[in-house]
């Protein structure tokens, strides 16, 4: 049952939250030593919210939109009375944090009910959640193929069913990609757009914080519902909320829509451009355009986040190398080695990347490209055939979000089928603020029938 439908029975008390709770306690009890998608269950704290939820309605009060819905954040979101582990042994000994992050507030606020922590990437630096320390997450449509990351147990524990909406980062493509891989939706709000307050930093510049869901209207809620002012969060920007719940029925009529080529055109497997195209031809775009300096826009957001990150893990790294993923040790020094000058470098390209892709947008009001170059490849996989050339198989999963991400752009990974049973995801991108846009898009290739979350073979 999706959120919205989950919600509205539980508040129109034809089910009551604790028999919702308990049924998403049960399914995570039975598919998590398969799947590994959550680090901690939070069970004692979920019940009590649940009878919180049907004691409200009792006694005849609203608790929100999201009343008794079973939600997931991934484990670099701050619960209270919990340490947050960010996938890392490092902080392991941390102390409990003091409250939740903004955004779990939020949601918790219109009546949703946090179940648990889900696995990742160790600090949010990886495109697969194979975690050196809580194990890999399995993709709920192949178990031998990794779920995408960094946030690949939320996407996991969605595509599963585990819960119907559960809560990323997204930093070069975090969101989008095991999204993508695990095919549902996930969204990648503009930065600046949502607090990040209690989701710990990974690179400060590029992080974002969006949903992942089921279903397109749930993603919309959830969207919505995590809007509003944070004065505490120095990066929000100081915007009205802006809805975007009921927009997939609003049509395309009067869009630019075009397809965006040039770096995006290449780096990927056919299959994935061959859902672009197909996406493409519902939305009737034909016209390609190139941006200017997306490859080196990317190279510059790698440079960024490789320094970004190294920075704020040198104590660490000085004190006890050893307790890293010894890949994500290995980037993070060699992020803090990058010589200052790379670095302006880097920021100057952003910015030039940032102009030429404004003036696109001056044109076209949304771009399309695939979300990642290939479907979800077995664990374990170092490199990866592209166009008859073996290449590292994770930086690689970031091919066509990382450019956009390095300028802050809000984008939606839509789900597509695949090959061989494996679903891939179609990349809708809007200029700054315009969420709603992606919304309108996403909800034309949804009536088409050609945007649809696959279901797992094996019945989670």
């Known amino acids: 049952m999706s959120a919205t439908a989950l919600a509205a029975a539980i508040r129109a008390r034809q089910l009551p939250a604790a028999e919702a709770v ?35 309605l009792a006694a005849g009060q609203d608790p929100g939109p999201l009343a008794g819905v079973p939600i997931a954040v991934k484990n670099l979101f701050d619960i209270a009375g919990m340490a947050t582990l960010a996938g890392s042994s490092i902080r392991r000994g941390a102390p409990p944090a003091a409250a939740d992050a903004f955004a779990l507030a939020r949601l918790r606020s219109a009546g949703a009910i946090l179940v648990g922590a889900t696995n990742m990437d160790e600090f949010a630096f990886g495109f697969t959640t194979e975690n050196d320390h809580d194990g890999p997450t399995r993709n709920p449509h192949d178990l031998a193929r990794v779920a995408g990351g960094s946030s690949g147990g939320s996407a996991a524990a969605v595509a599963a069913g585990l819960v119907p909406i559960a809560l990323g980062t997204d930093t070069n493509g975090s969101i989008r990609v095991p999204a993508a891989l695990c095919g549902i939706w996930g969204l990648k709000p503009t930065y600046g757009r949502l607090s990040r307050r209690g989701a710990h930093l990974f690179s400060a510049s590029l992080d974002h914080i969006g949903p992942l869901a089921g279903s397109l209207d749930d993603l919309a809620l959830a969207y919505d519902v995590m809007q509003g002012r944070d004065p505490e969060d120095p990066v929000q920007q100081d915007r009205p909320a802006e809805p975007v719940s009921g927009l997939a029925e609003a049509g395309i009529a009067g869009l630019r829509i075009a397809i965006a080529s040039g770096h995006f055109a290449e780096g990927g497997q056919p299959a994935c451009f061959a859902a672009m195209e197909t996406a493409a031809a519902a939305l009737g775009a034909t016209t390609r355009i190139a941006p200017p300096l997306a490859a080196e826009g990317r190279a510059a957001a790698l440079l960024i986040t490789l320094a970004e990150g190294g920075n704020l893990h040198l104590p660490d790294l000085r004190a006890r190398a050893g307790a890293y993923d010894p890949l994500t040790r290995d980037r993070f020094l060699g992020g803090a080695l990058l010589p200052a000058a790379w670095l302006i470098q880097a920021q100057r390209v952003r910015a030039a990347w940032q102009r030429a892709a404004r003036a696109v947008f001056a044109d076209w009001d949304l771009l399309l490209t695939p979300t990642t170059p290939f479907a979800a490849p077995p664990i374990g996989t170092a490199m990866i055939d592209i166009d008859g050339r073996m290449v590292p198989a994770r930086p690689q999963l970031g091919w066509f979000t990382q450019p956009i991400s390095a300028i802050g752009l809000p984008a939606l990974s839509v789900p597509m089928a695949g090959p061989d049973g494996l679903p891939l995801g179609v990349q809708l991108i809007a200029p700054p603020w315009r969420e709603d846009l992606l919304f309108r898009a996403a909800g034309a290739l949804q009536r088409a029938g050609i945007a649809a979350c696959p279901q797992p073979k094996d019945p989670f």
């Not at 398969?34 to 004692?44: D, K, Q």
């Not at 019940?47 to 919180?52: D, G, K, V």
């Open 22 to 56: 308990d049924a998403a306690l049960a399914r995570i009890a039975a598919a998590n030593p398969r799947l590994n998608a959550f680090t901690a269950i939070t069970a004692e704290r979920a019940r009590a919210e649940a009878a919180a939820v049907d004691a409200a």
